[in-house]
């Protein structure tokens, strides 16, 4: 049987060609890289590098014996890492919170990622409205909460933006400017936006449902909406309009309702949130994972 630091030496030089930088790598002389090599190379029978003064190169044989020997190594190393992570509680379930069909799919694919990253773990996916999303990660009942940004709270942590989007408003399908091809902020002065719950983080609400025009003209309130359905209800029955993502409209089509860009509005951004108190090595390899996928790292 080959000792562990044959198989590392081997496969360490296989890769880097370079006796030099394959003791660098490994944290031992040249020497014992010269000397681990030839007792393998002695009970192999046969050389596994050529040599030269200028150049290291893997015999035939030398790299059949890589490409076999690596895949295994890889195993052996990533059995023991999990073991290792279930004895020092490194496993277990990351639980996360969404809201909506757009988001249901994307985090799917994120935890598919998660779990290549953390192999022990699993990712648990839980629906619920914004405030409830909140209560659930305060109380300690999820891990991170995907949720529009902006949400400053001070026990909350908000991680990179994830997805960026156009702003839409919804309209009543009969109302004047549903039949323009966009709208501006100014114009939403002459209707009422859905307004939202108190127990909706401040921030939020400021963003979406804005009290005044860029401009400063009043942008009327309107009568209150808690879940994503009733805002849409109530816009399809002509009573106001709301501010959303531009998913929306794949989404969320009504016959009631009509979508328009926003022109010159900033775009609606969404990211994982996670309580200050609570970060862990899991949900950071989430936020990797997200941005991984999205192609949002830096």
Not at 76 to 83: C, L
Not at 92 to 97: D, I, M, Q
Not at 131 to 140: E, K, N
Request: hydrophobic fraction near 40%; charge should be positive.
């Amino acid at each position: 049987m080959l000792e562990r630091h044959e198989i590392e030496a081997f496969l360490a030089l296989s890769e880097e060609l370079h006796f030099g930088r394959t003791a660098e790598r490994l944290h031992v002389s040249t020497a014992r890289i010269s000397q681990t090599v030839r007792k393998l190379e002695r009970r192999v029978g046969a050389p596994l590098f050529a040599r030269t003064s200028r150049r290291v190169e893997p015999t035939a044989l030398g790299a059949q014996l890589a490409q076999e020997l690596r895949p295994a190594w890889e195993a052996v190393g990533a059995a023991v890492r999990r073991a290792a992570d279930a004895g020092h509680g490194r496993t277990g379930t990351l639980r996360v919170a969404f809201a909506g069909p757009a988001a249901g799919q994307l985090l799917i694919g994120v935890a598919e990622r998660f779990r290549e990253r953390l192999p022990g773990w699993e990712a648990t996916l839980r629906e619920a409205e914004l405030v409830d999303r909140i209560r659930l990660l305060r109380a300690g009942e999820v891990d991170l909460v995907f949720a529009e940004y902006p949400l400053r709270e001070p026990d909350l942590v908000p991680g990179p933006v994830l997805v960026s989007e156009p702003r839409m408003i919804a309209l009543p399908a009969g109302h004047p400017l549903a039949q323009q091809d966009a709208v501006t902020p100014e114009e939403l002065a002459g209707i009422p936006l859905v307004r939202l719950p108190a127990a909706v983080p401040e921030s939020f609400r400021a963003d979406r449902t804005p009290a005044r025009t860029p401009a400063g003209r009043p942008i009327p309130s309107g009568p209150e909406g808690g879940t994503l359905n009733e805002i849409l209800t109530l816009v399809g029955a002509g009573r106001a309009a709301f501010p959303l993502g531009a998913q929306a409209r794949r989404y969320h089509p009504r016959p009631d309702v009509t979508y328009r860009p926003l022109t010159g509005a900033p775009p609606v951004r969404w990211g994982l949130l996670h309580h200050r108190d609570r970060a862990t090595h899991a949900t950071e390899a989430f936020h990797h994972a997200a941005q991984d996928l999205l192609g949002t790292a830096d």
